[in-house]
């Protein structure tokens, strides 16, 4: 393979990835404007965020399936095409409704990630792998932090719609530099889409995500909301009893006992879940007025986690590196370990901006070390017919631990609260409720004991190490 055009495609992969992030962190600062332009509540703007999610963890495995079966980079080219036609889509909304039904498509774009992932491990030689994908994983970083900053200031200065806009624009430019410039990648297997497969796969998780977007607002114990769960729990094992008896499943089951595979899906799950939960905590955390937060604005908690992103900008590829001469195993340990120590740090030393940003630094060089590892895993677990639909498959799994992350932050900041009050006239005056001391302490020992769990999971790691030559 032409090392230039390689290289050609990895960079336009890592804008493409970097703007899919931006787009997906400018929306969270447009969300009050939103709600105020619409006239609607909170519960409904919530769905802005939630529909993309949804049918973006769906669509990883679909179209990473697909990809295996017709080409990634037609599958690819066809995600992001959904993806900027729904972003033009959304700054023309005329009420909340097709908002919420334009970030729904949007959620198709969410399966570049790992077509993405499957791509340059079909392309590079397995020894550069790894660092490739860590350059790829940094654009989660790089994203949210020019999201948060430049959407920040686009949404209080132009207004919300104008950040769709411009992001549309740039994507239009991204999908023909995509079309010219991304290898194509020919399909790795005849078998036929299992449609019956992908429909009870659907069955299973769409409510479980619903569930759990649903719960902080509409209550955990309603019939709407156990009448999800009973859905999920129905067609999980029928989806597996499906798969199980066709000839051509959307997943062969056995690649799941792979060891890799099987500690790659439950770190990814349980590590997406301590990672969540620590980012839905700091927001608040940030934005609470003093002295039960740091009372800072969204655009300042923006800047707050530009050297964040740098770090993790940078730590990346070292990381990729690093898996050929170590092997994923190590990292896997020492990224739970520095993870545990930010957390602790989080915990008992966040009083001002800079002891934030160096805790969060220092989980973040943690969380770096699980993430590639785990992504570099599944990818040279899997047989090449195979890879597109195994990380979509990850990625699905790790979305769900994301969704859980949050659950437990809001179940923590909703039971330990305190009132906001003000001396008026010589009268104390309960002005409002805030999560307490007790709330983000509970958080982050909830955090402290989700990476040691995955610290335990990291044990299991069956580590190996690339020469060079050797192919993915």
Same mark, same amino acid.
């Given at each position: ?167 549309? @624009? @740039? ?152 898996? *050929? ?128 769990? *995955? ?7 069956? *580590? ?9």
């Amino acid at each position: 393979m032409d090392s230039k055009a390689t290289m050609r495609t990895l960079v336009t992969l890592t804008l493409m990835l970097t703007l899919v992030n931006y787009v997906e962190t400018m929306v969270i600062p447009a969300l009050p404007k939103i709600e105020t332009q619409f006239s609607t509540t909170a519960t409904t703007v919530a769905w802005i965020t939630s529909a993309y999610l949804i049918v973006g963890a769906i669509a990883s495995p679909l179209f990473g399936k697909l990809g295996d079966r017709y080409g990634k980079k037609k599958v690819y080219l066809l995600s992001i095409g959904f993806y900027s036609l729904a972003v033009l889509l959304a700054g023309f909304s005329p009420n909340i409704y097709f908002l919420i039904f334009a970030r729904a498509i949007q959620g198709l774009g969410y399966a570049t990630f790992p077509l993405a992932i499957a791509i340059i491990t079909d392309l590079f030689p397995r020894e550069r792998v790894a660092w490739a994908q860590g350059i790829l994983s940094a654009t989660l970083a790089a994203g949210p932090a020019l999201g948060l900053l430049i959407g920040s200031y686009i949404v209080q200065d132009l207004g919300w719609p104008y950040a769709f806009h411009t992001a549309f @624009l @740039l994507s239009i430019i991204l999908v023909i530099i995509s079309a010219k410039y991304i290898v194509e990648i020919p399909e790795k297997t005849k078998e036929k889409i299992d449609y019956l497969g992908a429909t009870f796969l659907m069955l299973t998780v769409v409510p479980l995500l619903l569930y759990l977007s649903n719960g902080p607002n509409v209550g955990w114990a309603s019939i709407s909301q156990l009448s999800l769960i009973v859905v999920s729990v129905i067609a999980f094992p029928i989806f597996l009893w499906a798969e199980r008896r066709t000839n051509e499943p959307l997943m062969r089951l056995d690649l799941f006992r792979v060891r890799n595979i099987m500690v790659a899906n439950i770190a990814g799950l349980i590590s997406g879940a301590g990672m969540f939960l620590m980012f839905t905590g700091l927001v608040y955390y940030l934005q609470l007025p003093q002295p039960y937060g740091l009372g800072l604005s969204i655009i300042e908690s923006g800047l707050l986690m530009a050297p964040v992103a740098l770090v993790m900008m940078i730590v990346g590829p070292i990381v990729g590196r690093l898996i *050929n001469t170590t092997g994923p195993k190590p990292l896997l340990i020492t990224g739970s370990v520095i993870s545990i120590f930010g957390y602790l740090l989080l915990d008992t030393f966040r009083y001002t901006v800079y002891e934030v940003v160096l805790d969060v630094m220092i989980t973040a060089v943690g969380l770096v070390n699980i993430m590639i590892p785990l992504v570099n895993m599944v990818a040279v677990s899997l047989p090449e017919e195979q890879r597109g639909i195994g990380i979509g498959m990850n990625t699905l799994i790790r979305t769900i631990g994301s969704s859980i992350g949050p659950v437990i932050s809001t179940v923590f900041m909703d039971t330990y609260t305190t009132w906001i009050i003000y001396d008026y006239n010589n009268q104390i005056v309960p002005v409002a409720q805030v999560p307490s001391y007790s709330a983000f302490h509970y958080m982050y020992t909830a955090a402290v004991g989700i990476m040691f769990l *995955n610290l335990i999971v990291a044990l299991f790691t069956r *580590n190996y190490v690339i020469k060079a030559g050797q192919h993915a």
